[in-house]
């Protein structure tokens, strides 16, 4: 109807989250903008239709189709449901998406406070190639910082648990008591509650080490529902105890972890539970 706004919460989050980044430029003006260019699509909910829940869908009646001056460019009239191809023509490959995208990348690849050098050569990756994912990650894996770094990142929950569940050859259904367990560490799946996702910091996560204790000694004592493994076929495969060693750690084990070692009863829930374990 004449005089509505057009609901500006998508507007934001695609331009803050997901492309420029909180810092990347825009004013309120373009969110506005934006707003107005997305009008008109929305998505099926059960409430309107038996038939295509959750088809994305756009309505012109709902649209306003005047023109738009986003981020100093104009979206011309008369577009329609073509605005949405010209916003993301114009953010996709924005300067300040490529430096977003690639600070995220190497925070997630290289470390939490990611080098600038390595930024700007994956940035600049991003933008020649178009947003080329697999030749963006190329250039971040041939960076010096990204072949530098050892153990620098602190595994999230979900990553630690998958990672233990590969290397002891674990079979498991997946279902309640592993989800718990991730809920306890605070990494449930699904189930954060803003869209910007969990965080990809070690601060974030240092008060899971508990429950992540907890979980190697379940799961190496079998005692996770769901889940089972063989400890003593995973220690033949893998040539004997020194080869579990390694093959937990990635690398032989320090003298002081000889000592810890030596002293267990049984060596792998602590090898899970190291700090060698708990990093990539």
């Known amino acids: 109807a004449p005089g509505d706004r057009p609901n500006e919460n998508y507007a934001r989050e695609l331009l803050e989250l997901h492309t420029l980044g909180v810092h990347g430029g825009y004013t309120q003006q373009d969110v506005m903008e934006m707003a107005r260019a997305l009008s008109g699509w929305t998505v099926r909910s059960r409430r309107e239709v038996v ?17 738009k001056h986003i981020l100093g460019r104009v979206i011309p009239a008369g577009l329609g449901s073509r605005d949405l191809d010209a916003v993301l023509d114009l953010i996709s490959l924005h300067p300040s998406t490529a430096h977003h995208l690639a600070t995220k990348l190497c925070r997630r690849f290289i470390a939490d406070d990611p080098p600038a050098a390595a930024v700007d050569r994956v940035a600049s990756t991003f933008v020649s190639s178009r947003g080329n994912i697999a030749g963006t990650l190329r250039a971040l894996f041939a960076t010096p910082e990204f072949m530098r770094v050892r153990r620098t990142k602190l595994k999230r929950p979900f990553h630690f648990v998958v990672s233990a569940l590969r290397a002891t050859d674990a079979r498991t259904d997946g ?5 718990e367990m991730l809920r306890r560490m605070g990494h449930a799946p699904y189930q954060y509650p803003t869209p910007d996702g969990y965080a990809d910091d070690e601060t974030s996560w240092l008060g899971t080490l508990l429950w992540r204790w907890n979980f190697a000694a379940a799961l190496a004592g ?7 493994l063989e400890p003593a076929a995973v220690r033949s495969t893998l040539g004997g105890e020194a080869g579990l060693r390694a093959h937990i750690l990635a690398r032989r084990p320090t003298v002081a972890e000889r000592e810890i070692l030596a002293a267990a009863p049984d060596s792998l829930p602590l090898l899970l539970a190291s700090p060698a374990f708990q990093r990539y």
Not at 175 to 179: E, K, Q, S, T, Y
Not at 222 to 228: I, K, M, S, V
């Open 222 to 228: 079998n005692r996770l529902a769901g889940t089972h």
């Open 175 to 179: 279902g309640p008591a592993l989800h």
């Open 51 to 67: 038939f295509g829940l959750g088809k994305v869908e756009f309505h012109p009646e709902w649209h306003d189709d005047g023109e």
